[in-house]
């Protein structure tokens, strides 16, 4: 290699570092993020220790996704269904089609999830048909997943700067305006008090514990999204980077959320309310400024992560289609049958979004986070163990 190659390699290592976080973070940080009801059910019902318990849930979630990134790197596995017959091993014959199975769950409830919420907000923002808000959402996520792995990765990057400026814009204003309610909510939850959307949930770590855990368990299962951006990767020091940023990134963001939404924490109104940010936008400083900011944070956060999600399936299958073709053929209308994959999954999650069925896909998330434990969480930690990372 040149100097002037070694140069221009480092010089792009953080870019595609920083741009293979933010596909991290688009993944996670959705809809249901930017509205605030994932840091509820999860984190702040479950007393003091949701300022604690990010760093938890994040650093695992960094650390899984670096093991399974740096594994993917050097079995040059990249789609999940690659990586999963390569580190099942014997087992891959059971274990894969079970990854394969949860693939498909976290693919359709995730994406229809971000259908569904998107479609939902812009439906309230313009008061056109809910239909055609949700065709909105499915043209954009076609476009930007079509043209395969490096646009999703420039569309990630570009959306994860528009929310963390989005999140800064919404809480630090309103940080400011309501510290003395932030602080006497954590002196209550600190005191043992609950905070309105408990649901009897007493303040033991045990439970919160268990939720931090669970909520780290049903991301994981997004791991599988990040494979398809290995084959981008030219040093593993790239993704040693990117899993740094990946940590700070996604804990700033979670843990800024949370203590601004503390200020609302023992708000009468957050009972009824589907859309906890808003209470605390609407309580606060510049809301009528801030309201539509809010809206088109969870647009932005449901079309990120609704182009992640079928990003990763289409490289599958188009990997799937043309290994079977010759080598030197393979390139030959690689974006014809990419678009014709994204355009199948898009619409069948656009199709699955209009039947509404949101409390069957809450309900998936939990049934996910289990699946997880059993066929991503598990093996990878008996992997570590048995290899002490040297297969990485």
Avoid at 236 to 246: E, L, P, T, V
Avoid at 254 to 267: C, D, K, W
Avoid at 310 to 315: D, F, H, K, L, N
């Amino acid at each position: 290699m040149t100097q002037k190659q070694l140069t221009k390699g480092q010089a792009s290592a953080m870019p595609l570092a920083l741009g293979i976080a933010f596909v991290a973070f688009t993944t996670q940080f959705g809809g249901g993020f930017a509205s605030g009801a994932q840091i509820y059910s999860y984190f702040i019902r479950y007393g003091i220790w949701c300022l604690i318990f990010p760093a938890i849930t994040q650093g695992l979630y960094a650390f899984f996704f670096w093991y399974g990134m740096r594994y993917s790197y050097r079995h040059k596995a990249f789609d999940y269904r690659t990586f999963s017959d390569k580190i099942y091993g014997k087992t891959r014959y059971v274990m894969s089609n079970l990854h394969e199975v949860c693939y498909l769950i976290m693919i359709f409830t995730a994406s229809a999830a971000a259908f569904a919420t998107g479609g939902s907000t812009i439906n309230s923002l313009l008061k056109i048909p809910y239909w055609l808000c949700t065709l909105l959402i499915a043209v954009f996520i076609f476009l930007v997943t079509m043209f395969g792995t490096k646009v999703v990765r420039s569309a990630a990057s570009t959306l994860s700067v528009l929310i963390l400026l989005g999140l800064l814009v919404v809480l630090v204003p309103n940080i400011i305006a309501q510290h003395s309610a932030i602080a006497d909510a954590v002196q209550r939850l600190a005191g043992g008090e609950m905070s309105v959307l408990s649901n009897g949930q007493t303040g033991a770590m045990g439970p919160a514990l268990w939720m931090a855990f669970l909520y780290f368990l049903f991301q994981l299962a997004s791991v599988s999204v990040m494979y398809s951006h290995m084959d981008a990767v030219t040093d593993k020091k790239q993704i040693n980077r990117s899993a740094i940023w990946m940590f700070v990134c996604n804990f700033c963001a979670m843990e800024l959320s949370i203590i601004g939404l503390l200020a609302v924490a023992f708000v009468p109104a957050l009972a009824d309310a589907s859309v906890p940010m808003l209470v605390l936008v609407q309580s606060g400083v510049g809301a009528k400024v801030l309201t539509p900011i809010i809206s088109i944070l969870i647009i932005l956060g449901a079309i990120s992560t609704g182009v992640n999600m079928i990003s990763g399936i289409v490289t599958r299958c188009v990997n799937a289609v043309e290994r079977r073709r010759p080598e030197e053929n393979r390139q030959k209308g690689h974006l014809a049958r990419n678009a014709v994959f994204t355009l199948i999954f898009t619409l069948f999650s656009f199709g699955i979004a209009q039947f509404g069925l949101m409390a069957v896909v809450q309900k998936g998330y939990a049934y996910l986070g289990y699946a997880s434990l059993i066929v991503l969480f598990i093996p990878m930690v008996i992997r570590m163990f048995r290899y002490r990372f040297q297969d990485i």
